[in-house]
């Protein structure tokens, strides 16, 4: 089956380092991804989307990867605040387009 | 900037109730969506919606859930009989295309009694 899979495990990291969070998918090849951030009780919030053609994408301290041939996508924090403490949730779109699938995101919390 | 609105933000009821839950979708969006999340738990898809029909649905949805567009601004999920395994955080998300980035409402929380 086509699987998107995260770190289930927190990550934990201090103030100023940079996060680094994975996405793996398995028996599928998606034309994107997508990266969502949820912070608790609230709904997802897009971050970025980055095409099987690029291999980076950045917009401001995140940064996001793409390596078609490791079937893995990452997602960096530069300069990490404790405000970016939140459930980071990697999402592909479903076969027929009319649908989207979430990974089951990875929690980040950085401490000051 | 535009958002999704839901309502309510969280409905207790008894098991067997039903259950209506309410969206307003961004304006110019022409696909609309519903997830769950169960506490804990992943963000799962429920349904997506397009031209006034259910486009794809989720092997969640099944004879108890139905959605409805009943004019120009709303968009609803009814839960016909309640069950105590349907507590969850109910989402709604709109999107300008097919496959677009979704934008996602507050959410709902229901808890079933």
């Known amino acids: 089956s086509q699987k998107i899979e995260q770190n289930s495990e927190a990550l934990n990291i201090q103030e100023g380092k940079t996060a680094t969070l994975t996405c793996n998918y398995t028996?599928?090849?998606?034309?994107?991804l997508q990266w969502y951030r949820q912070d608790p009780g609230r709904g997802p919030v897009f971050l970025l989307l980055?095409?099987?053609?690029?291999k980076e994408k950045r917009k401001e301290r995140l940064k996001v990867t793409f390596d078609t041939t490791l079937k893995q996508s990452l997602f960096h924090i530069t300069a990490s605040q404790p405000a970016d403490s939140a459930t980071y949730l990697c999402a592909r779109a479903g076969t027929g387009g009319f649908k989207t699938i979430f990974g089951a995101g990875t929690r980040l919390f950085v401490k000051a | 900037e535009p958002e999704v609105t839901q309502t309510p933000s969280h409905q207790v009821t008894q098991m067997g109730q039903e259950v209506i839950l309410r969206c307003v979708p961004i304006s110019n969006h022409l696909y609309f969506y519903w997830y769950r999340q169960i506490l804990g738990q992943k963000v799962e898809f429920l349904v997506s919606f397009y031209n006034n029909e259910i486009s794809e649905k989720s092997e969640i949805f099944d004879d108890q859930f139905s959605v409805e567009r009943p004019d120009g601004s709303n968009f609803t999920l009814k839960i016909r009989s309640t069950k105590l395994e349907d507590s969850a955080m109910y989402f709604c998300?709109?999107?300008?295309?097919?496959?677009?980035?979704?934008?996602f409402g507050a959410g709902s929380r229901l808890t079933v009694l």
């Open positions: 980055i095409r099987e053609n690029e």
């Open positions: 028996n599928y090849s998606p034309a994107y």
């Open positions: 998300a709109s999107s300008e295309g097919q496959g677009d980035v979704l934008t």
